[in-house]
């Protein structure tokens, strides 16, 4: 029990150093049908650090949740150009 009571202190400190999860927005170009946004978010989720993306085709944007520690803005504007939507991180 004293054990696992330690082991349960030492994951709560881990936890707590971890990175706080950034968000940014980008601007798609490129996105044309309604299967485009799609290909985007497929394109997001495949980089390393991404927790969560949601891509609006009206506005064409992409807004993603990542962890700073694994990937960048730029490498997240990276893949969609990679897909063949070129993007730009969405000034703040």
Do not use: H
Not at 15 to 26: D, E, F
Not at 28 to 46: A, D, F, H, Y
């Amino acid at each position: 029990m004293r054990n696992l009571m330690m082991l349960c202190l030492v994951m709560l400190a881990f936890t707590a150093m971890a990175a706080t999860p950034k968000t940014v927005t980008l601007d798609v170009q490129n996105m044309t049908c309604g299967l485009c946004p799609i290909t985007v978010r497929k394109s997001l989720e495949k980089v390393s650090g991404v927790s969560a993306v949601q891509v609006d085709f009206d506005k064409k944007t992409a807004t993603v949740t990542y962890d700073s520690e694994q990937t960048s803005p730029e490498a997240l504007a990276n893949a969609t150009k990679n897909a063949g939507y070129p993007s730009q991180v969405q000034p703040q």
